[in-house]
């Protein structure tokens, strides 16, 4: 079993940054992905970025690009996401999960096996 805990989250003022950080710990494993999800209030979640594990390949959601910037540290098992330019829009709770298989794409929530918590990110305008 795997555990995730997320952490950077807060208040940041429009045109702001964030850097949030996901950690995972526990069992031993060797996982193909992480990637961040987000859902705001009312919302279904989405897809915000993901990057394997060599780092070799990232991904990111149209509406995120040119904006946040996805990376990892294995030494660490950590995910990190740099979020800059940051819009009221992306007010949400900020998830993490680990995908072990990668048979998909990695921009389904189904496709991850393990979530944290999640870490709740609040642009003001």
């Known amino acids: 079993q795997v555990q995730l805990v997320e952490s950077g989250g807060g208040l940041a003022q429009a045109g702001g940054s964030l850097r949030l950080s996901c950690t995972a710990s526990?069992?031993?494993?060797?996982?193909?992905?992480m990637g961040w999800f987000r859902q705001a209030a009312g919302k279904e979640r989405e897809f915000v970025a993901s990057i394997t594990r060599s780092g070799s390949t990232t991904a990111y959601a149209e509406f995120v690009k040119g904006r946040f910037t996805v990376s990892r540290d294995n030494a660490k098992n950590t995910m990190y996401l740099q979020m800059s330019s940051l819009k009221p829009e992306d007010t949400a709770v900020y998830y993490c999960?680990?995908?072990?298989?990668?048979?998909?794409?990695?921009?389904?929530?189904?496709?991850?096996?393990?979530w944290g918590q999640g870490t709740q990110v609040t642009v003001s305008s």
């Open positions: 526990g069992s031993t494993f060797s996982f193909y992905r």
């Open positions: 999960g680990v995908d072990f298989r990668g048979y998909g794409l990695g921009r389904r929530g189904d496709e991850y096996d393990n």
